[in-house]
């Protein structure tokens, strides 16, 4: 059954280098469950690990993992091989394998003007992708329903002895209605039961903020990887942000932190679809570039041909991405003095303004925050693309099994009613 927004998962953004500490008066049976997640959360994240590099990255002996991977490699979890390569003498210690051909998630991305569905294995690997154009005024709740046909379309191709574990669903906050206007909304509480109307049978799906997760898919798998206390910057019809605190995912009162792009930076600026004047994202968003480039602020597509035209040298182009770009420094500046990050990540469309305009954003960085809040602050682009709120679905989806893989209710064999 699909649940609604969720507060933080309780694995994802833990430490995978070693197994988190047995809570007091644990049976040996739980520490034995804390073990094998440990070793079936590394070898997801990192790829395919021989024993002897579990036995000391884990901290845990050479038979103890010889045994936890005997179980995993039973549940069909992992595979264990001998070595392509023997690269010293004596037996070669098996790798062992994450299943990612037979142990999947579904992720699913209700985008501004795009519906992307994917299968995702374990281990990170997409094993299909299917999208569709989202019509303006189109409802998340309604987004439901081509979703699922695209999900059933991508089942048909699957392996019978296949296990899904779960799915989860990103959905940006920001949409246009049927007369062109920006929408700005949360996360529709409606959405967990329209989720369990299409997907009655399996695990049920997780739903989240577009920007939280694929912040969450920078912080496990991108740019931000071991970096456990970053904010993530996603930009596309809005602004908001994806915060990371302590490794782990901050989401706020039923899902609505991170609306960074409705900060007042400018109190005598632009009317905002909020109700409110001068919010960040009126200053830095897409229209705002494209409004001071001399371009129709409701033409997207023309976002990349500004940001080409400034790479060429066109003065208009180069002075609207300058400005975009103080206005973006002005507000990372601030936020940074709030949360005090090691890292700034810029995603969706802020990653290529961030890019063109870095030397803007730095200056601002450079003069405004506290001296403690910006001498040990990274700026990066995101590295995961598009891709990143699917990758960051699936994380979600598979937290519940790697906390505790041999919880078999979690997964379900492709077909059946009931979880399996």
């Known amino acids: 059954m699909a649940t609604p927004v969720r507060s933080r998962p309780t694995g994802v953004g833990r430490n995978p280098e070693s197994p988190q500490p047995s809570v007091p008066g644990a049976s040996q049976?739980?520490?034995?469950?804390?073990?094998?997640?440990?070793?079936?959360?590394?070898?997801?994240?990192?790829g395919p690990t021989s024993r002897a590099e579990l036995t000391s990255r884990l901290g845990l002996n050479r038979s103890t993992i010889g045994a936890l991977a005997a179980d995993l490699v039973a549940s069909g979890l992992v595979t264990e091989e001998a070595p392509t390569t023997a690269r010293r003498a004596g037996r070669p210690s098996l790798v062992v394998s994450p299943r990612s051909d037979r142990v999947?998630?579904?992720?699913?991305s209700i985008d501004a003007d795009r519906l992307r569905a994917a299968r995702i294995g374990l281990g990170g690997s997409i094993l299909d992708l299917r999208e569709v154009a989202r019509p303006s005024g189109m409802s998340a709740v309604d987004a439901v329903g081509p979703l699922a046909d695209l999900v059933r379309d991508m089942e048909r191709s699957v392996a019978a002895d296949a296990l899904l574990v779960g799915g989860a669903v990103a959905v940006t906050d920001t949409t246009r209605d049927r007369d062109g206007r920006i929408l700005i909304a949360g996360v529709d509480e409606t959405l967990g039961p329209a989720l369990a109307a299409e997907f009655s049978a399996g695990p049920g799906f997780v739903t989240?903020?577009?920007?939280?997760?694929a912040g969450l898919a920078e912080h496990v798998r991108g740019v931000?990887?071991?970096?456990?206390?970053?904010?993530?910057?996603?930009g596309d019809l809005g602004i908001s942000a994806g915060l990371i605190i302590g490794g782990r995912l901050m989401i706020g009162h039923r899902g609505h932190s991170g609306k960074v792009g409705h900060m007042v930076v400018n109190p005598n600026g632009l009317p905002c679809g909020c109700g409110s004047r001068g919010c960040w994202e009126t200053e830095i968003g897409e229209a705002a570039l494209l409004r001071h480039a001399g371009r129709d602020p409701d033409e997207r597509e023309a976002v990349a041909e500004v940001l080409r035209a400034a790479a060429l040298g066109d003065t208009t182009a180069r002075q609207a991405v300058e400005r975009v770009a103080d206005w973006l420094g002005f507000g990372v500046a601030n936020l940074v003095n709030v949360v005090n990050p090691d890292a700034v990540v810029f995603g969706g469309s802020l990653r290529d303004i961030f890019i063109a305009g870095a030397d803007t954003v730095r200056s601002r960085l450079d003069a405004m925050p506290l001296?403690?809040?910006?001498?040990?602050?990274?700026l990066e682009a995101a590295a995961l693309g598009r891709d990143a709120v699917l990758i960051g679905a699936a994380e979600l989806a598979f937290d519940k099994l790697l906390a505790d893989p041999?919880?078999?209710?979690?997964?379900g064999q492709v077909g059946t009613t009931d979880p399996a």
């Open 104 to 108: 999947y998630a579904h992720a699913l």
């Open 224 to 234: 931000a990887a071991g970096i456990d206390d970053l904010i993530y910057l996603h």
């Open 208 to 213: 989240g903020d577009l920007a939280d997760i």
């Open 406 to 411: 041999l919880n078999v209710g979690v997964v």
């Open 29 to 46: 049976e739980e520490i034995r469950r804390q073990n094998l997640g440990a070793v079936l959360r590394f070898v997801h994240l990192h």
């Open 371 to 378: 001296p403690v809040s910006r001498e040990h602050l990274r």
